[in-house]
């Protein structure tokens, strides 16, 4: 039989990528934003006045897509470039008063986005998983240094992660209890 990708963890997850970018989208035209550009504004909440190569390195793009980002936030009146005070070629990026008015809706559409994703899933559930992504990112966010091997022929119920197929549901839980979120 062949391989079903649909059943693995990685389609599942950007399957729930999707709809989260779909949901988050909604949420977003209401305010008048476009998916990625609330991530701009978030950035510039925490630290105004960013370099546009600070703002791709904080939001993991390359410079030409903040360049794009930036112009339309720009446009609509959300943020403004002002040039470096010692190298004129550098422009830094502000929040404008209407930029930092939206912060607040952009947090409720967070806000929303999060409970409606998170319906039915119990406090312990949320922690764990939520450190479980977090290994996952970690993981798929590391340097791949050594060649792929071919892959073997598994059935679906034999795709494991490393080092856990001897533990059981009673295990896991209790660690879940134990450590941090």
Same mark, same amino acid.
């Given at each position: #039989? ?14 729930? /990528? $999707?709809?989260?970018?779909? $949901? &988050?989208? #909604? ?11 609330? &991530? ?10 960013? &370099? #546009? ?15 794009? #980002? ?12 002002? /040039?470096?005070?010692? %190298? ?10 209407? @930029?930092?008015?939206?912060?607040? =809706?952009? =947090? ?11 319906? @039915?899933? =119990?406090?312990? =559930? ?10 996952? !990112?970690?993981?798929? &966010?590391?340097?791949? %240094? !050594? ?8 059935? !679906?119920?034999?795709? *494991?992660?490393?080092? $856990?197929? /001897? *533990?059981?549901? !009673? ?11």
């Amino acid at each position: #039989m062949a391989f079903n990708h649909r059943k693995t963890i990685t389609f599942r997850l950007a399957q729930t /990528a $999707r709809a989260a970018r779909g $949901r &988050s989208g #909604m949420h977003l035209v209401r305010i008048g934003l476009h998916p990625g550009q609330e &991530s701009v504004l978030k950035a510039l909440a925490e630290q105004d006045g960013l &370099s #546009m190569s600070q703002l791709a390195q904080t939001l993991s793009v390359q410079p030409p897509t903040v360049t794009k #980002m930036v112009s339309r936030l720009a446009a609509q009146g959300y943020v403004e470039r002002r /040039a470096s005070k010692g %190298d004129g070629r550098q422009a830094h990026v502000f929040l404008t008063a209407q @930029g930092n008015e939206t912060i607040a =809706d952009v =947090d409720r559409g967070w806000k929303r986005l999060e409970k409606e994703a998170l319906a @039915g899933i =119990d406090e312990k =559930d949320v922690k764990r998983l939520r450190k479980l992504l977090r290994q996952i !990112e970690k993981n798929l &966010s590391a340097s791949i %240094d !050594e060649p792929e091997e071919p892959a073997e022929e598994e059935s !679906e119920d034999q795709i *494991e992660a490393p080092g $856990r197929a /001897a *533990e059981t549901a !009673e295990t896991e839980a209790a660690r879940a209890e134990a450590e941090p979120a």
